[in-house]
């Protein structure tokens, strides 16, 4: 008989798990918390070749229409002129197009809107979940692909919290027809890095709103990691009603006089190219955690993806990491023995995550060390050289499959 899964968390671990479980002769739905497709959500994405291996098995080609090609890394200074350059192999993507490309390899009957876990059972014979609106399944597996407020990670591993790193990522993006002209001819098709003292701003285009990457049709996207301590975080994360929204507040309800600071900021600190860019977009900001669990398989339920481990934004490799983790499950439980696959599954993924999450964080230090005195970071502010951030930018795919290598997942491709 067919074995049902059933896949919490209706984003890009999510759908490659249930699309590479199906491969593996499952039944896989997933359940969606969102009401509506979340197609026109989520901005840039870095990807690596890892990433790109796991696509193909997904039955996704990843051709040029599923990302753009920066040939050249350089860094601005603060008027706007080139202090370093080099060659680049780097490919972007959007959130939106993999989604909309992982989206299209699942019947529409089995990818679920509107249904946010609250609960999980689970016996010798199966594991049912219950939704808030009361219905329930059942299935053989349950795999907790569910993001970083995991419903699923909630429930085995309560004690397990995002830990705030002391800095948040700035969010912009803009229609390629809004850059303005200069600034479209000097940065627009180059992966671009600023340093303001202490902060770290990255801009690099990506496919336009329907994941177009037709020249004229794309978008710019920026990233700013700046410091704020806690205080300053919560009061960013403050609507104008006085409503605190920890661990993030939707870009809807950030207040005016948050917007108007760091737009200011932005004309007093970036390279006027950027400056330009920044003024001109929808801005938001996403604080960054770091997450690592302690366990990844508990009974027939698994954690995947940002639900297991986080890793900071500086590596490029959120997707990628669920990627890796949905293949290596997907295999591991693809045989009748899934006890002892899902331990497999957990002894590969877990040094993996966590390997992962200490490039990540490496990258990110000199970020999380502005908060200490001057002192104490000095060892941190390696990471900030121009030199050595532009050579960890070429080698990140690199560093990703020494990983990989050493945590013995190529023998999963
Ligand atoms: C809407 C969205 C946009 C994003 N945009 C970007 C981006 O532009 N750039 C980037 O680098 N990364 C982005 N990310 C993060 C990136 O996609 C992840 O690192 C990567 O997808 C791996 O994460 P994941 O699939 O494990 O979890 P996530 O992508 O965080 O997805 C978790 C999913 O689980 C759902 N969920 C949560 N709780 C429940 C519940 N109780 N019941 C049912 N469903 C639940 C959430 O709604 C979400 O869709 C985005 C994530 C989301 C959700």
């Known amino acids: 008989m067919t074995r049902r899964a059933l896949v919490i968390g209706g984003s890009l671990g999510g759908l490659l798990a249930a699309n590479l479980l199906r491969r593996s002769g499952w039944d896989a739905l997933v359940f969606e918390r969102n009401g509506e497709d979340l197609t026109g959500r989520g901005v840039g994405l870095g990807t690596h070749p890892q990433l790109t291996a796991v696509l193909r098995r997904a039955g996704i080609a990843f051709d040029e229409t599923m990302g753009i090609k920066v040939p050249r890394v350089v860094c601005l200074d603060r008027t706007g002129k080139i202090m370093i350059e080099q060659p680049s192999a780097r490919t972007m993507t959007s959130w939106s197009r993999l989604y909309r490309a992982l989206r299209s390899t699942l019947p529409a009957r089995d990818y679920r809107l509107g249904k946010k876990l609250r609960r999980i059972e689970q016996d010798a014979d199966g594991v049912s979940a219950t939704f808030e609106d009361d219905s329930r399944e059942r299935g053989d597996l349950l795999v907790g692909a569910d993001g970083i407020r995991s419903t699923v990670r909630e429930q085995f591993l309560p004690r397990v919290q ?39 701003l990255l801009g690099y285009p990506v496919p336009g709103h329907d994941g177009d990457t037709v020249a004229g049709r794309r978008r710019y996207n920026i990233v700013w990691y700046r410091p704020a301590d806690s205080v300053a975080l919560d009061d960013m994360c403050t609507d104008a009603s006085g409503r605190l929204h920890s661990g993030g507040i939707a870009p809807s309800l950030i207040r005016d006089a948050v917007l108007a600071a760091v737009k200011a900021d932005a004309e007093a600190l970036l390279a006027p190219q950027l400056a330009e860019i920044f003024l001109r977009s929808e801005i938001f900001f ?50 009748r023995d899934m006890a002892g696959g899902l331990g497999r599954f957990e002894s590969v993924q877990l040094p993996f995550g966590r390997d992962m999450v200490a490039l990540s964080r490496q990258q990110g230090a000199y970020l999380s060390a502005q908060l200490k005195p001057v002192a104490q970071r000095r060892g941190d502010e390696w990471h900030r050289d121009v030199a050595a951030l532009l050579y960890a930018h070429g080698t990140r795919s690199d560093q990703i499959g020494e990983i990989v290598a050493a945590r013995g997942l190529d023998a999963y491709f």
């Open 162 to 200: 995002p830990v705030y790193a002391g800095y948040v990522a700035w969010r912009a993006v803009l229609d390629e027809a809004r850059v303005p002209r200069e600034a479209h001819r000097d940065i627009f098709e180059l992966y671009t890095f600023c340093l303001p003292e202490g902060e770290q």
């Open 286 to 335: 996403q604080p960054i955690f770091d997450l690592e669990s302690p366990a990844l398989a508990f009974g027939r339920v698994a954690l995947i993806g940002d639900a297991a481990f986080v890793v900071r934004p500086h590596v490029g490799a959120g997707a990628t990491k669920a990627a890796l983790d949905a293949m290596v499950l997907a295999d591991c439980v693809g045989g």
